[in-house]
């Protein structure tokens, strides 16, 4: 199992971004996606998560602004950002809890960076 994330780069605050995180692999259904991110010298943090039945979480500094969603016909997970603020800057990290024949395992993406800068 591999997770491929893109959309990253360079924004002005006020402006909007798509995080898109690709799973591949076979022999596995997907459970829970979410997207993490770290700040420079911050810890990584959660930032929104979405689980098979469409439920989402998100943390306190993005709700309103950003949007997670997934489309299972493609294993693929989504983070639309709007409103960026210069705190957003950091590197974004998808998740993801996979269901196999064996159990339950946790994949990393390598992340994606965006940096809100006017």
């Known amino acids: 199992v591999q997770l491929q994330a893109s959309g990253g780069g360079l924004v002005q605050p006020g402006g909007s971004l798509r995080l898109s995180c690709a799973i591949s692999?076979?022999?596995?259904?997907?459970?829970?996606m979410d997207w993490y991110r770290q700040a420079p010298g911050k810890q990584r943090e959660l930032v929104a998560s979405?689980?098979?039945?469409?439920?989402?979480n998100y943390a306190d500094p993005v709700k309103g602004r950003f949007t997670i969603s997934r489309e299972d016909a493609k294993n693929t997970v989504y983070l639309q950002m709007n409103s960026l603020k210069a705190e957003d800057t950091a590197v974004y990290y998808c998740?993801?809890?996979?269901?196999?024949?064996?159990?339950?395992?946790?994949?990393w993406g390598r992340g994606t960076l965006v940096t809100v800068s006017s």
């Open positions: 692999g076979s022999g596995f259904r997907v459970n829970v």
């Open positions: 979405i689980t098979d039945g469409g439920s989402t």
């Open positions: 998740h993801a809890v996979v269901v196999r024949t064996m159990g339950q395992y946790a994949y």
